[in-house]
Nanobody
Framework: QVQLVESGGGVVQPGGSLKLSCAAS????????MAWYRQAPGKQREQVAL???????TYRESVKGRFTISRDNAKNTMYLQMNNVQPEDTGVYYC???????????????????WGQGTQVTVSS
């Protein structure tokens, strides 16, 4: 099994910064694509940023230039540095692993679509 645990959420004033972390654990052989999603009250979950195993990144237009996604492959950990946050950034932020390979006994198998429990980010003055 694979577990994802997010941390770093909280309450921050507009213009402030937060850094989220997502630690993956379990029978992990290799993690491919990872991403951060968020869900605001009454809205659908949306992708915020994505990072491949090689470090290629994509961002939602509204966070470009303010958020930075990164990962430490040795620690199976992903980060989201959030700068100049705005009230519209408020929501529950979720960590997602889209594709990975896991150890099952002596084998290595493909696995897909794991989610963390989410961490609340509230931007308010």
């Amino acid at each position: 099994q694979v577990q994802l645990v997010e941390s770093g959420g909280g309450v921050v004033q507009p213009g402030g910064s937060l850094k989220l972390s997502c630690a993956a654990s379990g029978n992990i052989f290799e993690i491919n694509t990872m991403a951060w999603y968020r869900q605001a009250p009454g809205k659908q979950r949306e992708q915020v940023a994505l990072i491949t195993e090689g470090g290629s990144t994509t961002y939602r237009e509204s966070v470009k230039g303010r958020f930075t996604i990164s990962r430490d492959n040795a620690k199976n950990t992903m980060y989201l540095q959030m700068n100049n946050v705005q009230p519209e950034d408020t929501g529950v932020y979720y960590c997602n692993i889209d594709r990975l390979r896991i150890r099952v006994g002596a084998e290595v198998r493909r696995a897909y679509d794991y989610w963390g429990q989410g961490t609340q980010v509230t931007v308010s003055s």
